[in-house]
Nanobody, 123 residues
Framework: VQLQASGGGLVQPGGSLRLSCVAS????????MGWFRQAPGKEREFVAA????????YYADSVKGRFTISRDNAKNTVYLQMNSLKPEDTAVYYC?????????????????WGQGTQVTVSS
């Protein structure tokens, strides 16, 4: 499985970005998907996860109400809509795929990772 994340960039506080992650090489619709992020000098942390069907979704407390994860199985793509961005959201964002129905909060549960896309929130 190959995962290609895109959509990062520089945005002002309060702004929005939408990240995309396109999967190839596997049956995307039977994989749960997740987003993680790693800020400079910090460990990678969970952001959001979505099940095969999109019926089960998890968010980190720090992004609840601001970020929305979704997926389009016809396009083999998972999205992360990020609104009301804060400077503390600055990080490299990674998408990950898990060969299971539900997503997970834990990195070690994921089987494949994308290369990451940089998100910088700054005025």
């Amino acid at each position: 499985v190959q995962l290609q994340a895109s959509g990062g960039g520089l945005v002002q506080p309060g702004g929005s970005l939408r990240l995309s992650c396109v999967a190839s090489g596997s049956i995307f619709s039977i994989n749960a998907m997740g987003w993680f992020r790693q800020a400079p000098g910090k460990e990678r942390e969970f952001v959001a996860a979505i099940s095969w069907t999109g019926g089960t979704i998890y968010y980190a407390d720090s992004v609840k109400g601001r970020f929305t994860i979704s997926r389009d199985n016809a396009k083999n793509t998972v999205y992360l809509q990020m609104n009301s961005l804060k400077p503390e959201d600055t990080a490299v964002y990674y998408c990950a795929s898990r060969r299971d129905y539900s997503g997970s909060y834990y990195e070690y549960d994921y089987d494949f990772w994308g290369q990451g896309t940089q998100v910088t929130v700054s005025s």
